[in-house]
Nanobody, 123 residues
Framework: QVQLVESGGGSVQAGGSLRLSCAAS?????MAWFRQAPGEEREGVAR????????YYGDSMKGRFTISRDNAKNTLYLQMNSLKPEDSAMYYC???????????????????WGQGTQVTVSS
């Protein structure tokens, strides 16, 4: 089974930027970033198909976040710009397997999860 390891989280002031990385141990059909703040439900951030590079974003991330992938390195990225305090959360990368339908930005579609990396944005 593919394993995922996130890195790149940290603390930043509002308006700043961070880039998260997620190293996968092998090929994945699609990958996504989710986030979860304390007391909140897990929220889909963005999704990317490995082969086509097709992307999809949650509404509150459009225009500020960019998901990308380096297939040669099996590494997923999330570039986060113009960060806001409400972006503070634990960020998780997740992998979706082939043969299970379209990769919607929904928790249940993804079967492999990383351990998470904390992002804290101060005002």
């Amino acid at each position: 089974q593919v394993q995922l390891v996130e890195s790149g989280g940290g603390s930043v002031q509002a308006g700043g930027s961070l880039r998260l990385s997620c190293a996968a141990s092998g090929y994945t059909y699609c990958m996504a970033w989710f986030r979860q703040a304390p007391g909140e439900e897990r929220e889909g951030v963005a999704r990317i198909y490995t082969n086509s590079g097709n992307t999809y974003y949650g509404d509150s991330m459009k225009g500020r976040f960019t998901i990308s992938r380096d297939n040669a390195k099996n590494t997923l990225y999330l570039q986060m710009n113009s960060l806001k305090p409400e972006d503070s959360a634990m960020y998780y990368c997740a992998a979706g397997l082939a043969g299970l339908g379209a990769c919607y930005l929904a928790e249940g579609r993804y079967t492999v999860w990383g351990q998470g990396t904390q992002v804290t944005v101060s005002s």
